[in-house]
């Protein structure tokens, strides 16, 4: 598996085969130094921004008496439902001058703050009642026992989701462009796609490649440094802090209200302003692609992911946990940079199959197998050891084992991993824009391109198909019913 | 003995059902008394209330003669000096062992505090184990650590919420000893909730027992266990045959023979013995109406099931000397058992 590797050193290969010169050149610039600045500054904001926000709500759905919390936990999750390239088109259809620095700030602010937020409230849930009783024994103030209770089992599951957070600023590339602030990934796309010469868009890449990968690796430190016994057998108290609600519930609704209402709104305004019947037949052709795309893509990554998950819990087999820890760092790294990176391998060593359906599925695959495997992988671990073994007692043949005992068990599993990765996939935006084979689209590129020439109204229709599609995993997860989530395997 | 704690008419509702009511019981200095029951009757409620987690609505809790919870005074948790040692340890998992056991010694000069610490390790036999991580240990352990941060600030009552639940049998006994030990040596006053009726019998000083919300009977453990104020309790404390008979010429009457009562009787009324399985003598006799039908070995003991000619009993017999399956035999019952009239 290590095959999902190679752009990365192709990537540096173009990098090092390039003037020196061109090289220095483009470091060295007074816009690269920009650049950086802008990512900075705005990975900076959104993330202590969406670290605030999702902690707040996480505090207030778990450990307050606020009315509405059952509510107040599925709105906090319903930015997942709108990506953030259709956060800014909704934007831009009410206010064509929202564009910039803030623009971008509260547009990502709000796609990122449910990652933070249903980290934090998963920890706090699963925080026993019987530590916070204890710790009131010992202390008086409510300061005392988030001290020495509260912030230490969350602590964790915070810094982790900032990173998180961080790592999608860098990796977003649909709504910076759109709202037009300067980042890394909006410049190599314009890179990219203005000059012939590519050495500055992979000389950009290899920046975002090293950023993301320290990132990365911060992320890996924290999650091995968390410690927990789980032994609960108490659920939290909810009680802790009397809120009677007012001033919350309307900071709440107010941030949800903004956040996610004024691009739902928009589109459903601009929906209202009627769609063309050959806008209609361009959108089916555009689901269908989008839908074929994902369909096909999703079955080849779950396969792998299904290969991989059962090699690596049934042997330990090296080369595939090696894969696994691979197929991560790419997952992390910006779609963007992963499709410039496609595009030199495509164009160099298999150029008949450049800008073909089997390429950009190929592509999709490499950057959605983590998606795969993550919702696989507890799928595959719910067959413990000891049925195999079992199995082999009664004589059953590995194949029989696999039809009748693991089979069985697991096809539900598979099954819910496989719609959670194909819907991730239909919102897909920079690789497909960079690999797709010439003439076609999909909803994502059709309502990008379609919002960059000013065209709010042809782009509505494709931004509603979105939503919807987006919406069903998110409705999923906040219904806590996300494969993914389902980690307690025997 | 002084009373340290003290609960007057103790009431609890969950909206308008009742969780706990008319609870009343004084535990005196250095004494460790149980609260037994099934679970659901309100046992950890009561607890939860002594420890000030919940607000009771009715009756008054003291601490040392002062009120921690009335309808009127109210004392916050850290403020009433008692410890908690919770059913799953609760250890705080980012902390040491030692961190842990020091968590509520905050105000203890530095040298004192290590003292402490190291002294209470070595009571719970947790010498060495100072750095370790809560993950780290096992489940006894972990029970032996909560114990020892529950007890390092000394409590005036140190509460027990079925600590030795979750272990199996040895370390349970161990544990059990060792607890009862340290609370000797730090003469500290307990309360142990539990429903585990050997436990209880076995470790308190006092037992309470619960049953729908409030405290049915309370006293020494021998004193419930041989004189239980009805069949209930008689049969919740242990295996007991339940025989119907009436009272004459101051002997209970019954189909196993005239019995005598432990209980003051009323000549003429009509109830139910409760024979306990050891209170049965199982003689052998070739003439003997009663037959063994079964035997469990337990090895110091053996429990027989016998059918007489009216009811099968189940009978308590020493290893040794127990009789065989399909061995004839005469039953007799000794001792005194107790009779309920209807």
Redesign the interface.
Known sequence: MPIVAIPLVYLAIRVFEADPADVWAELSRGSTAQLLGNTALLMVAVTATALVVGATQAYAVTRTTMPWRKAMAIAATAPLAVPSYVAAYGWLGIWPEFTGFGAAWLVLSVSTAPIVFLTVSASLART?R??D??A?????TLWGRHR??TW??I?TAVWGSGLLVALYVIADFGAVSLLRYDTFTRAIFIAYRSSFDRTAAAVLGIIVVVATTVLVIAHSRFSAQA???S????SPRRDVVRWRGVPQVAAMTAWIAVGSGVPLVSIGLWLTRGVSTAGISQLLEALLASLAYAAVAATIATAVAIAMSIARTASGFVPARVGITLSWLIHALPALVVALALTFVGIRVVPDLYQTHGFIIAGLVVLFLPNALAAVEPAIRTVPQSWTEVAQSLGMSPTAQFRRVTLPVVAPGVAAAWALVALVIIKELPLTLLLRPTGIDTLATRLWTETNAGAFAASAPYAFTLVILAGIPAWLISRGSDPQRKVDAP | MTVVLGLDTVGMNRGDKSIVHDITLDVREGELVSILGPSGVGKTTVLRCIAGFERPDAGAITIDNVVVASSTEWVEPAYRRVGIVPQDAALFSHMTVEANVAAGLSSMPAVQRRERVAELLSLMRLDGLGSRYPVELSGGQQQRVAVARAVAPSPRVLLLDEPFSALDTELRTELRADVRALLAAEKITAVLVTHDQEEALSLSDRVAVMREGTIVQSGSPLDIYSHPADIDIALFLGDAVIVPGHIDGGKIVTDVGSLTPLNSVREGDAGFAAIRPENFYLQPDPAGQSVVTDRQYFGHDVVVTVATPHRTITARASGPLAPEIGMKLTVWVRGSVNFYAN
């Not at chain 1, 009131?136 to 008086?140: D, I, P, V």
């Not at chain 1, 032994?231 to 108490?234: C, G, N, Q």
């Open positions: 026993p019987s530590l009783d204890v009131r024994t010992f202390t008086t020495l209770v230490p089992t602590k410690r927990t016994v032994t609960a057998i108490e």
